[in-house]
């Protein structure tokens, strides 16, 4: 058995929209079950801690996952209080998994307990995982030897084509596919809504919420060759 955090969001605004966001509760519960389903410890972590701004987009009410996820008594007790990331410590974390959910775009890249909490884990050969818009906490994220995680590595995320289906592009702060590029990732993408992984030295993404049960299966067989945080 070995211990993730489950990275959420705090960011509950949308721009200058005036709609709410927050983090995706597809994203967060489908990983959640297959790491526990394989035996894997789960904590929560949140840039300013407490309970998470969450968001359930339409027809996933009908997802008994996601409902099973949400009336769980251990993870509400869990999401309710989720530590700050300040207070944070890496070791004894095997991954750290950055869920997704437009929130993430303005807290996650620029967040240093967040860093911290990456770098710690993947210095001590753990995995670092992000889904959907969860890659933008990659975008800024060096070692402690100064390098980019990121450069040169295969990475996906929400694409362009994804971001202009929702009419999003100018809310928000940047686009995610274009700053990975600039940041020297080797991008991928499949077709709108498709699942797709991409997997390359312990960094471990997807591109979309049909991505997130698919990524964390991934996590969980590169956790089998790991005793980071066992």
């Known amino acids: 058995m070995a211990r993730i955090l489950l990275a959420v969001s705090s960011h509950d605004v949308l721009g200058d929209t ?31 801690g407490g309970e998470p701004p969450a968001v359930v987009f339409d027809g996933e009410e009908d997802d008994p996952e996601i409902m099973g996820f949400l009336a769980d008594e251990t993870v509400k007790a869990k999401l309710a209080a989720t530590r700050p990331a300040a207070r944070v410590r890496p070791e004894g ?6 869920v997704g959910g437009h929130g993430a775009m303005w807290d996650f890249p620029d967040s240093p307990d967040l860093a911290r909490i990456a770098t710690g884990i993947y210095e001590r050969g753990g995995v ?12 800024n994220l060096r070692l402690s030897d100064g390098t980019s995680l990121i450069e040169g590595k295969r990475v996906t995320s929400f694409s362009n084509e994804e971001e202009h289906s929702l009419g999003l592009v ?46 964390a299966e991934l996590v969980v067989a590169e956790l089998k060759n790991t005793t ?3």
Do not use: W
């Not at 983090?23 to 519960?29: G, I």
């Not at 974390?93 to 950055?98: F, G, L, Q, T």
């Not at 020297?184 to 991505?211: C, F, I, L, W």
């Open 170 to 215: 100018d809310v928000m702060p940047f686009l995610l596919e274009d700053r990975l590029k600039e940041r020297g990732a080797r991008h991928s993408k499949a077709p709108a809504y498709e699942a797709n992984t991409e997997s390359d030295q312990r960094v471990m993404t997807g591109q979309n919420p049909a991505s997130a049960a698919p990524l």
């Open 18 to 48: 005036g709609n709410r966001t927050g983090y995706s509760v597809s994203e967060a519960a489908h990983p959640y079950n297959v790491f526990v389903a394989a035996g894997h410890e789960v904590d929560f972590v949140s840039v300013r």
């Open 93 to 98: 974390y095997a991954a750290i998994y950055y």
């Open 128 to 139: 670092v995982a992000a889904v959907c818009h969860g890659p933008a906490a990659l975008v």
């Open 228 to 230: 980071a945080g066992a």
